[in-house]
């Protein structure tokens, strides 16, 4: 069964730091690009990070780069995201998904996966 389950989210305040995990099963995680997500309350979904498995190439929108970073340890069919400097407008429920490709290309797009996790609440306020 594939399945993916997102953990680490929470409740920290402005300036704070998380790590989000995103476990995959039932699948190599490492033969798919990965992205996460994220949803607040009345906002559509938003991709915020990519990472791909041909090279390991990174991607981040504009209001997260510097901050955030993505990365993968497929021993452990594992994908991270760490969260530094944390600010209100960041809280969200946050989504790990795999796309059935090795390129992140076009990764903001949420119809381009395959397979999502059921998300991590983060909530950043003081």
Do not use: M
Not at 97 to 123: E, F, H, I, M, N
């Amino acid at each position: 069964q594939v399945q993916l389950v997102e953990s680490g989210g929470g409740l920290v305040q402005p300036g704070g730091s998380l790590r989000l995990s995103c476990a995959a099963s039932g699948f190599t995680l490492g033969y798919y690009a990965i992205g996460w997500f994220r949803q607040a309350p009345g906002k559509e979904r938003e991709g915020v990070s990519c990472i791909s498995s041909s090279d390991g190439s990174t991607y981040y929108t504009d209001s997260v780069k510097g901050r955030f970073t993505i990365s993968r340890d497929n021993a452990k069919n594992t994908v991270y995201l760490q969260l530094n400097s944390l600010k209100p407008e960041d809280t969200a429920i946050y989504y790990c998904a795999a796309r059935k490709s090795r390129y992140c290309s076009g990764y903001r797009s949420p119809l381009d996966y395959d397979y999502w996790g059921q998300g991590t609440q983060v909530t950043v306020s003081s």
